[in-house]
């Protein structure tokens, strides 16, 4: 047996985390694949998902000040 | 607003961040509470940097329960774990004795503070028996259990749903239930671990969105080295100041892991720490605008002892601040019930937890509970259905419309707050009008959510509508499940009742209520009366009554339904016409049984 599969540390699955769920996905040969799910993907892959994640956030990036919260 | 600055030095490796935390605090002006660890204890270097610091910044000292892995800990009991609350008993008490010797030798005091993220009763005992100088602990993190279970891979076993979102007296039997009197406290001032954003930790994972600019990047809600978000949470806080006699109250604690390469974060580790110091800098500048007072927490337990009465009710007007929803939920607390008010919901409670009960409850390998400490929940609209899916509801409140056939469930009549006012014995939530539109006619609804301690929650409506229907018939409603969990827990002994009004005899002599009774059966069966002075449920397992009333001194008609297996709940109705304009009042009065 290789011993080629090694965890990839700050790199959760983009499905599970979609669920709310945190899964370390393993890497091998440039891909990187998940234990919990059927996900797998190279990194460019694996960060493109994490942006579409960004996008429901749609405040993520707004400051809103404090005069405003009243009528938030 | 009052803040308090948490650090947890901890491994030797991670010295330099801890220093790096102390740093960014000292920077911006704000004075921390070092919460030491087992590691940090035998670290002749951080106990000096953190001794240096009191007597230069005036920091505070205290004791962290966490990372009680390191070998002192092995040696005494014969293994390590991550968290006090994990072990028996009898480890409790040997660690939390070796830990008081061991602050007292290094640091030459008495701890005044200490930290867990779970301190139940019997362990906060403990620590009032043997470490008799701690005024205040973080002692809970608010709504941490079921959806963190799921989402560190059903490997987080902290359950702590249902305590008190900001710093509370702990009852005796129940570190997590708001004390009722002096006899009832523990005797330490209690905070929360982390301040928790109280719609998306509602909706879903606590640890995502909290105090704690880690943990937000953790949920993704930010970008690149910019996380307005951590700034918004902040000021929302603020804004409470106004429903609680000026008082707010905000901590963060961050611990070293966090700033090193992290399992739950996609990202560099400088970007956690630019994120940190952000945080304290912004803290900094509004401490400097005289808007925030940095407190240690022994002072702010002085300070709370002072000016916050033990059954003191808290409000938190909550609005959704990341994905620009503009959803408002209302949460109040007192010594008798914890609710939520969904205003999404047309006002239907989606979380009430009945302190009125008073369960006793304490964790650990020999409690009967293991490693659930939450207190239960009579209603938990995320873990119960909650808004019919694809069957029927689950457990919540809600009023129903029926006119011409047609049913309207105001469930599904979105609204917002108007407005929120506190006086010394009632709370009331008014909600912005809802139009609808029911069998070709068009309503407007008004909901008024007036709550009392004691654990009475009165619901008014008002209907107003054109053409030329007479009347339409209302239902008010609660779908109760007795839980701790998302999985239904047995119906052992609940009991449902309609009470029928007082009878008078001919000699005008009061009778008894006449009252006709179900034993919960899981056989979908009801009882109906006309003319009812209420509808009651019994949970023997949260040592509760429930009753709705009529309380606008009209004849409502009462129905109380049992469930079966695929919908375990027993619901409590009131239904009765009501007029254009006439306003509608009923009662849920929760009681101990
Ligand atoms: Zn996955």
Same mark, same amino acid.
């Given at each position: 047996?290789?011993?080629?599969?090694?965890?990839?540390?700050?790199?959760?699955?983009?499905?599970?985390?979609?669920?709310?769920?945190?899964?370390?996905?393993?890497?091998?040969?440039?891909?990187?694949?998940?234990?919990?799910?059927?996900?797998?993907?190279?990194?460019?892959?694996?960060?493109?998902?994490?942006?579409?994640?960004?996008?429901?956030?749609?405040?993520?990036?707004?400051?809103?000040?404090?005069?405003?919260?009243?009528?938030? | 607003?009052?803040?308090?600055?948490?650090?947890?030095?901890?491994?030797?490796?991670?010295?330099?961040?801890?220093?790096?935390?102390?740093?960014?605090?000292?920077?911006?002006?704000?004075?921390?509470?070092?919460?030491?660890?087992?590691?940090?204890?035998?670290?002749?270097?951080?106990?000096?940097?953190?001794?240096?610091?009191?007597?230069?910044?005036?920091?505070?000292?205290?004791?962290?329960?966490?990372?009680?892995?390191?070998?002192?800990?092995?040696?005494?009991?014969?293994?390590?774990?991550?968290?006090?609350?994990?072990?028996?008993?009898?480890?409790?008490?040997?660690?939390?004795?070796?830990?008081?010797?061991?602050?007292?030798?290094?640091?030459?005091?008495?701890? &005044?503070?200490? +930290?867990?993220?779970?301190? =139940?009763?019997?362990?906060?005992?403990? $620590?009032?028996? *043997? @470490?008799?100088?701690? /005024?205040?602990?973080?002692?809970?993190?608010?709504?941490?259990?079921?959806?963190?279970?799921?989402?560190?891979?059903?490997?987080?076993?902290?359950?702590?749903?249902?305590?008190?979102?900001?710093?509370?007296?702990?009852?005796?039997?129940?570190? &997590?239930?708001? +004390?009722?009197?002096?006899? =009832?406290?523990?005797?330490?001032?209690? $905070?929360?671990? *982390? @301040?928790?954003?109280? /719609?998306?930790?509602?909706?879903?994972?606590?640890?995502?969105?909290?105090?704690?600019?880690?943990?937000?990047?953790?949920?993704?809600?930010?970008?690149?080295?910019?996380?307005?978000?951590?700034?918004?949470?902040?000021?929302?806080?603020?804004?409470?100041?106004?429903?609680?006699?000026?008082?707010?109250?905000?901590?963060?604690?961050?611990?070293?892991?966090?700033?090193?390469?992290?399992?739950?974060?996609?990202?560099?580790?400088?970007?956690?720490?630019?994120?940190?110091?952000?945080?304290?800098?912004?803290?900094?500048?509004?401490?400097?605008?005289?808007?925030?007072?940095?407190?240690?927490?022994?002072?702010?337990?002085?300070?709370?002892?002072?000016?916050?009465?033990?059954?003191?009710?808290?409000?938190?007007?909550?609005?959704?601040?990341?994905?620009?929803?503009?959803?408002?939920?209302?949460?109040?607390?007192?010594?008798?019930?914890?609710?939520?008010?969904?205003?999404?919901?047309?006002?239907?409670?989606?979380?009430?937890?009945?302190?009125?009960?008073?369960?006793?409850?304490?964790?650990?390998?020999?409690?009967?509970?293991?490693?659930?400490?939450?207190?239960?929940?009579?209603?938990?609209?995320?873990?119960?259905?909650?808004?019919?899916?694809?069957?029927?509801?689950?457990?919540?409140?809600?009023?129903?419309?029926?006119?011409?056939?047609?049913?309207?469930?105001?469930?599904?009549?979105?609204?917002?707050?108007?407005?929120?006012?506190?006086?010394?014995?009632?709370?009331?939530?008014?909600?912005?009008?809802?139009?609808?539109?029911?069998?070709?006619?068009?309503?407007?609804?008004?909901?008024?959510?007036?709550?009392?301690?004691?654990?009475?929650?009165?619901?008014?409506?008002?209907?107003?509508?054109?053409?030329?229907?007479?009347?339409?018939?209302?239902?008010?409603?609660?779908?109760?499940?007795?839980?701790?969990?998302?999985?239904?827990?047995?119906?052992?002994?609940?009991?449902?009742?309609?009470?029928?009004?007082?009878?008078?005899?001919?000699?005008?002599?009061?009778?008894?209520?006449?009252?006709?009774?179900?034993?919960?059966?899981?056989?979908?069966?009801?009882?109906?009366?006309?003319?009812?002075?209420?509808?009651?449920?019994?949970?023997?397992?949260?040592?509760?009554?429930?009753?709705?009333?009529?309380?606008?001194?009209?004849?409502?008609?009462?129905?109380?339904?049992?469930?079966?297996?695929?919908?375990?709940?027993?619901?409590?109705?009131?239904?009765?016409?009501?007029?254009?304009?006439?306003?509608?009042?009923?009662?849920?009065?929760?009681?101990?049984?």
């Amino acid at each position: 047996m290789s011993a080629a599969v090694e965890p990839v540390a700050r790199m959760r699955c983009p499905v599970c985390f979609s669920r709310e769920i945190d899964v370390l996905l393993l890497h091998r040969a440039g891909r990187y694949y998940c234990v919990k799910c059927s996900y797998q993907g190279d990194v460019n892959e694996v960060r493109a998902a994490y942006a579409r994640i960004r996008e429901k956030y749609k405040n993520r990036t707004t400051r809103i000040p404090f005069e405003q919260i009243e009528s938030l | 607003m009052i803040l308090n600055i948490l650090h947890r030095p901890d491994s030797p490796e991670r010295a330099h961040l801890f220093e790096l935390e102390q740093q960014y605090a000292h920077e911006n002006g704000i004075r921390t509470t070092i919460l030491l660890t087992p590691e940090a204890l035998h670290d002749r270097d951080q106990v000096a940097t953190a001794l240096r610091h009191q007597s230069e910044f005036g920091d505070e000292l205290g004791l962290s329960f966490h990372g009680l892995t390191h070998e002192s800990i092995v040696d005494l009991v014969g293994y390590g774990q991550e968290a006090l609350w994990l072990f028996s008993l009898d480890q409790k008490r040997a660690i939390v004795s070796a830990l008081a010797s061991r602050f007292r030798e290094v640091i030459g005091t008495d701890p &005044l503070s200490v +930290a867990s993220y779970h301190l =139940d009763s019997s362990t906060m005992a403990i $620590v009032r028996e *043997l @470490m008799p100088s701690v /005024v205040a602990a973080v002692a809970g993190c608010f709504e941490e259990g079921v959806r963190v279970f799921h989402g560190c891979n059903h490997s987080w076993y902290l359950f702590n749903e249902g305590m008190p979102w900001g710093p509370w007296y702990p009852s005796k039997s129940h570190t &997590l239930r708001p +004390a009722r009197d002096e006899d =009832d406290w523990c005797g330490i001032v209690a $905070v929360p671990h *982390l @301040m928790r954003d109280m /719609v998306l930790s509602y909706e879903g994972r606590n640890d995502f969105w909290a105090s704690h600019p880690p943990n937000v990047m953790r949920g993704m809600g930010y970008e690149g080295e910019d996380c307005p978000y951590d700034r918004n949470l902040i000021d929302l806080f603020r804004w409470q100041e106004q429903f609680n006699d000026g008082y707010s109250y905000y901590n963060s604690f961050v611990s070293t892991a966090w700033l090193a390469e992290h399992h739950a974060i996609d990202d560099r580790p400088e970007v956690a720490q630019s994120l940190y110091r952000q945080q304290l800098e912004y803290l900094g500048k509004l401490k400097k605008e005289d808007s925030v007072n940095d407190m240690t927490m022994s002072e702010f337990a002085t300070w709370f002892r002072s000016e916050r009465r033990i059954g003191s009710s808290e409000l938190y007007f909550a609005k959704e601040l990341l994905y620009g929803s503009r959803k408002h939920y209302v949460w109040y607390l007192d010594p008798d019930q914890r609710l939520l008010i969904d205003a999404t919901q047309s006002g239907s409670i989606g979380d009430l937890r009945p302190y009125t009960g008073a369960v006793p409850v304490a964790t650990g390998p020999e409690s009967e509970q293991l490693a659930v400490g939450s207190y239960p929940f009579l209603v938990q609209s995320q873990h119960r259905t909650g808004m019919q899916n694809h069957f029927q509801d689950g457990s919540r409140t809600t009023a129903i419309l029926h006119c011409g056939g047609l049913e309207l469930d105001l469930g599904t009549c979105p609204t917002r707050v108007g407005a929120v006012t506190r006086k010394a014995d009632v709370t009331v939530a008014t909600l912005e009008p809802v139009t609808a539109s029911l069998a070709g006619t068009q309503l407007s609804i008004t909901t008024a959510i007036e709550i009392r301690s004691g654990g009475r929650t009165r619901f008014r409506r008002t209907i107003s509508w054109e053409g030329t229907i007479a009347e339409i018939s209302l239902t008010e409603r609660i779908k109760c499940a007795p839980g701790t969990t998302e999985y239904p827990e047995r119906m052992d002994g609940v009991r449902g009742a309609i009470m029928k009004s007082i009878e008078t005899t001919t000699d005008g002599d009061e009778l008894a209520p006449a009252e006709s009774s179900l034993d919960y059966g899981y056989r979908g069966r009801s009882l109906e009366a006309e003319s009812v002075s209420a509808v009651r449920g019994e949970f023997p397992s949260v040592n509760t009554a429930v009753e709705l009333a009529p309380a606008d001194g009209q004849m409502w008609r009462g129905l109380v339904e049992e469930g079966h297996l695929y919908s375990p709940y027993l619901t409590l109705s009131l239904t009765r016409l009501i007029s254009r304009d006439q306003e509608s009042a009923v009662c849920l009065q929760l009681s101990s049984l």
